[in-house]
């Protein structure tokens, strides 16, 4: 049976992340930080397994890689769904603000793939998949930093897809848009009426939208798609 994980599974994103690949049959485990309460909610509902990690720190990533694979033995999927956001102009943002988020989006996402790679290249398979976003691509003011670490993905994505496409691993990325999650917490009606205006198909994006083209792109209906950003965003971004 294919395997799973998910790391910042708990929530949002992630969270329904879980959800697609168990409802696909995939045996799954996912990472949670500080939503304990959350994650054995969604542990009980969906019978993955979950491990607590801030995907920050490499003792923590070490500690999952060893729990995961003694529970699961190899790994086919890793979804990289760990991240926060950060609004504000870039000159009143702190440096310790800027190196806590560097540190979640990008140095994470290098432990993450860095503590699997050994078994999937050892196997010759698997796929990783990081959720970056929109911002990534194109730049959102305010969300400087931010949208500076989402492009860093992208291109980590695409050196990784030509590096360890020989060993019959795939890597790719999708750019979500607009999605209804806690990230939305801070917006009035009237701005998430705005963005629902400025999306072509006239909606925000559901949890869902994004789990079903990260499910697609981890199973074998994408075995010759690596190197690949896609964009899940209702059009609002189109390149």
């Given at each position: 049976m294919?395997?799973?994980?998910?790391?910042?599974?708990?929530?949002?994103?992630?969270?329904?992340?879980?959800?697609?690949?168990?409802?696909?049959g995939?045996?799954?485990?996912?990472?949670?930080?500080r939503?304990?309460?959350?994650?054995?909610?969604?542990?009980?509902e969906?019978?993955?397994?979950c491990f607590?990690?801030?995907?920050?720190?490499?003792?923590?990533?070490?500690?999952?890689?060893?729990?995961y694979l003694?529970?699961?033995?190899h790994?086919?999927?890793?979804?990289y769904?760990a991240?926060s956001?950060?609004?504000?102009?870039l000159?009143d943002?702190?440096?310790?603000?800027f190196?806590d988020?560097?540190?979640?989006?990008?140095?994470?996402?290098?432990l993450?793939?860095?503590?699997?790679?050994?078994?999937?290249?050892g196997?010759?398979?698997?796929s990783?998949?990081?959720?970056s976003?929109m911002w990534?691509?194109?730049?959102?003011?305010c969300?400087?930093a931010?949208?500076?670490?989402?492009?860093?993905?992208?291109?980590?994505?695409?050196?990784?897809?030509?590096?360890?496409?020989?060993?019959?691993?795939?890597?790719?990325?999708?750019?979500?848009?607009?999605?209804e999650?806690?990230?939305?917490?801070?917006?009035?009606?009237?701005d998430?009426?705005?963005?629902r205006?400025?999306?072509?198909?006239?909606?925000?994006?559901?949890p869902?939208?994004?789990?079903?083209?990260?499910?697609?792109?981890?199973?074998?209906?994408?075995a010759?798609?690596?190197?690949?950003?896609?964009g899940?965003?209702?059009?609002?971004v189109?390149?």
């Open positions: 294919k395997t799973a994980l998910v790391l910042g599974g708990s929530r949002g994103i992630g969270a329904e992340c879980v959800r697609e690949m168990r409802r696909r995939w045996r799954a485990g996912f990472t949670y930080f939503s304990e309460e959350a994650a054995r909610a969604l542990a009980h969906t019978g993955a397994a607590p990690c801030d995907a920050r720190k490499e003792k923590d990533i070490a500690a999952l890689s060893s729990a003694n529970m699961f033995s790994l086919d999927a890793l979804i769904s991240g956001a950060y609004a504000g102009l000159q943002m702190k440096t310790e603000d190196d988020l560097y540190a979640l989006h990008v140095r994470g996402a290098f993450a793939v860095r503590a699997f790679l050994p078994g999937m290249i196997r010759k398979s698997g990783i998949l990081l959720i976003s990534g691509q194109v730049g959102a003011s969300e400087a931010y949208s500076g670490f989402k492009a860093a993905q992208l291109g980590l994505m695409k050196a990784l897809a030509k590096e360890l496409g020989p060993s019959g691993i795939r890597v790719n990325c999708i750019a979500p848009g607009v999605i999650t806690d990230m939305l917490k801070g917006y009035s009606e009237s998430l009426n705005a963005l205006e400025e999306t072509p198909l006239m909606r925000l994006g559901a869902g939208d994004v789990a079903r083209a990260a499910a697609f792109l981890c199973g074998e209906e994408a010759f798609i690596t190197g690949q950003t896609l899940v965003n209702g059009g609002f189109i390149t």
